[in-house]
């Protein structure tokens, strides 16, 4: 998952033999789940703000980190 400010507004999909890993299904149990809605709703918050990364030019601190797509 990916964030600008704790806003989610892409994500990664795991490999398929990942999905059955025990490690990474304790770790993403852990952590906090988003439903198609909520992934929507910030997306379009972000867009609306001009500040989608995917969409707009954006100054950011770390651009190595967002997603190669």
């Given amino acids: 998952m990916y ?4 806003i989610p507004f892409t994500f ?3 490999p ?4 059955h890993t025990t490690e990474v299904v304790e770790a993403a ?3 906090r789940t988003f ?3 909520d992934l929507y709703k910030a997306s379009m918050y972000l867009i609306a ?3 989608h990364p ?3 030019e954006l100054e950011l601190d770390n651009p ?3 997603p190669v797509d």
Avoid: Y
């Fill in 35 to 37: 439903e198609p809605e």
């Fill in 12 to 14: 990664d999909e795991l």
């Fill in 29 to 31: 149990n852990g952590e």
């Fill in 49 to 51: 703000e001009e500040c």
């Fill in 3 to 6: 964030f600008i400010n704790q």
């Fill in 16 to 19: 398929h033999h990942a999905l």
């Fill in 54 to 56: 995917m969409l707009f």
């Fill in 64 to 66: 190595e980190l967002l």
